[in-house]
């Protein structure tokens, strides 16, 4: 099973002064039970690329393969898609729209055609699962915290129990233990379910720390495609784009510009640390 985006071209303002290219000639693949982070700038094409290839918006051109079907074909089961491929906004307020949270997300699993008392057992567990208390069941999601609504917003998706979770910026507005939790979740997700992740997000020591492949975007182009390790060595290249780069880039760079050599090169913090108390004991040698 996989993604196919093929060569996908996505304009906004079609046939007005204002027309723009939001993606340009875009063809990647998607394997089954990959961990993706897709980074750029904003304005870079990130969140329509997600939002084709979840469905939601329809190329000009070129088109997205699920399972090697053409998802945008005319005799196509959008219906199926939605209970393969879930897709959490940046704000949660864009998915939430019943009279209370138990409702809400109990929504998805009922227009898959389930029996009531599989749509609610659905909804319990994912609510369970996003460890939201009992008593906000019956509160509107309205009523809730930003971190909470977060956490309805996504249990409504996984009441699915889809095979793909797409994520646009997750952690936008989570504390550093929401950020931790939610991590830790989609890590569960992936060994338990062997669930398809691809998320966007701003913060590369994230990426760094999560992803295993990233996609790099820039004015509606791929410009990279490669293993976490391999595209975060192209510091020039992604700096001179005006991307961030994780933490423990920055310490190695600066190491080297001080004339320090290093045997590794490290793309989580904990490596960072490691590199460098190796090099600390090496110095007192």
């Known amino acids: 099973m996989s993604i196919i985006a093929d060569h996908i071209v996505y304009k906004y303002n079609v046939k007005t002064h204002f027309e723009n290219i939001a993606l340009d000639e875009v063809s990647f693949k998607v394997e089954d039970g990959e961990y993706l982070a897709v980074i750029g700038q904003t304005g870079s094409g990130k969140s329509t690329l997600i939002q084709l290839l979840n469905g ?54 009922q227009n898959l055609g389930l029996e009531r008392a599989e749509v609610e057992l659905r909804a319990y567990e994912a609510l369970k699962m996003v460890d939201l208390k009992d008593e ?48 830790k979740l989609l890590k569960k997700l992936r060994k338990e379910r062997d669930m398809t992740i691809i998320f966007i997000s701003h913060n590369m020591d994230e990426v760094a720390e999560n992803a295993e492949r990233i996609i790099v975007m820039d004015k ?48 989580t913090l904990r490596e960072a640390a490691d590199e460098i108390e190796r090099l600390y004991k090496a110095r007192l040698h």
């Not at 999601?141 to 797409?166: D, T």
């Not at 990279?224 to 060595?233: A, C, N, P, Q």
């Open 56 to 109: 939601l918006l329809k190329p000009d051109s070129g088109t997205v393969y699920y399972n090697g079907e053409d998802i945008f074909d005319k005799d196509y089961d959008f219906s199926g898609l939605r209970g393969k491929m879930g897709l959490m906004f940046q704000y949660p307020e864009y998915q939430l729209f019943e009279e209370d949270v138990f409702s809400d997300v109990c929504f998805g699993p």
């Open 136 to 183: 906000a069941f019956y509160r509107s999601p309205f009523e809730l915290s930003g971190g909470e609504k977060k956490r309805v917003a996504l249990a409504g998706i996984l009441a699915m129990k889809p095979q793909v979770l797409m994520l646009d910026e997750p952690t936008a507005g989570l504390d550093p233990a929401g950020k931790k939790w939610l991590f």
């Open 220 to 267: 509606g182009n791929l410009v990279m495609d490669g293993k976490t390790r391999e595209v975060f060595s192209y510091y020039d290249e992604l700096t001179g784009m005006g991307l961030d780069i994780p933490t423990s880039s920055k310490i190695l760079h600066i190491l080297k510009e001080n004339g320090i050599s290093t045997n590794a090169d490290p793309v």
